[in-house]
Each structure stands twice: as C-alpha cells, then as structure tokens.
C-alpha cells in the first residue's frame, strides 16, 4: 500500500473500536494489543470505493512469520469492509504491539484454509459459532510482510 505520512487514515467508526483504536496507538501497542485476553493487530486497508486509509482492530493468529486474520462480520451475511478493501487492494499496514510493516493479504485456499481455521478457532473459538450461523463461507486471510 503507498502511504504518504501526513495522509490521514479513518479509523473505524464503531466507537468501541475506535476507542480500541486510540489506545492502540496512543501507547504504541502497549495497551490494546491484549483485548480482554485476545492478541489484537491494528489493520490498515485503502477503501475500495472512496481511497482513503481505512483502519480496524482485529484478533490476529500467527502461523510462523505469516500473520492470520478471520473475514467473520459476527457471522453476518456480509463480509466485513475491511475484508472487502484488501480484495481490492491485497497491500495493506499493519501494526502488532509497536511493530509497524506493510504486508500482503489473500484470502486462505481451501487447503490451506482447514489447519488454519483450527488455529484461529482456538485463539477465539466463536468463529466456529459464526461460521455456523452465516450463509456464507467465512474467508480466513493470510498477511505476509513485505520485506
């Protein structure tokens, strides 16, 4: 993702999150990246329909160097924005505790996809909850660092 410094990016408007967010940032990772028991990373993604930076904060999986990310929405019968965003732009930012890096996103394949769904199912078993109740195939989304 190019990314100017000075361009602003527009956190979510979930005020929750955006709370989350600030005290994310604020600290440097210190506070915010445990969310109630949960490793959470700061996401970056450029909107698909308007170009401006996007960010969230999400529970996060590691599978070596390779970081991991569930396209759940609750189990809604949408996908989450975010998820929308980085299918259109795969460069994304991320931040995990103070570690700051851009990174590539893509949606899991089928094969892939079976061992690192147990992983995040046991990080934050709910998934398993929401994939249940959607009408949709939740996707899992693998973020690799560009170096």
């Given at each position: 993702m190019t990314r100017h410094e000075d361009e602003e990016i527009f956190d979510?408007?979930?005020?929750?999150?955006?709370?989350?967010?600030?005290?994310?940032?604020?600290?440097?990772?210190k506070e915010g990246h445990l969310y109630q028991g949960w490793p959470t990373l700061?996401?970056?993604t450029r909107g698909r329909?308007?170009?401006?930076?996007?960010?969230?904060?999400?529970?996060?999986?590691?599978?070596d160097d390779r970081y991991?990310?569930?396209?759940?929405?609750?189990?809604?019968?949408?996908h989450p924005a975010w998820y929308l965003n980085l299918a259109a732009h795969p460069?994304?930012?991320?931040?995990?505790?103070?570690?700051?890096?851009a990174a590539r996103a893509r949606a899991a394949d089928a094969a892939e996809?079976?061992?690192?769904?147990?992983?995040?199912?046991?990080?934050?078993?709910?998934?398993?909850?929401?994939q249940a109740k959607a009408d949709r195939d939740i996707p899992l989304v693998?973020?690799?660092r560009l170096r």
């Amino acid at each position: 993702m190019t990314r100017h410094e000075d361009e602003e990016i527009f956190d979510s408007t979930t005020e929750w999150v955006a709370k989350h967010i600030r005290r994310y940032v604020e600290t440097d990772g210190k506070e915010g990246h445990l969310y109630q028991g949960w490793p959470t990373l700061l996401l970056s993604t450029r909107g698909r329909k308007s170009g401006k930076l996007r960010r969230t904060a999400l529970i996060y999986g590691q599978d070596d160097d390779r970081y991991l990310l569930v396209a759940s929405n609750g189990g809604s019968p949408q996908h989450p924005a975010w998820y929308l965003n980085l299918a259109a732009h795969p460069d994304v930012v991320v931040q995990v505790g103070p570690d700051r890096f851009a990174a590539r996103a893509r949606a899991a394949d089928a094969a892939e996809k079976q061992p690192l769904w147990r992983l995040m199912t046991s990080i934050f078993p709910l998934y398993e909850s929401y994939q249940a109740k959607a009408d949709r195939d939740i996707p899992l989304v693998i973020m690799e660092r560009l170096r």
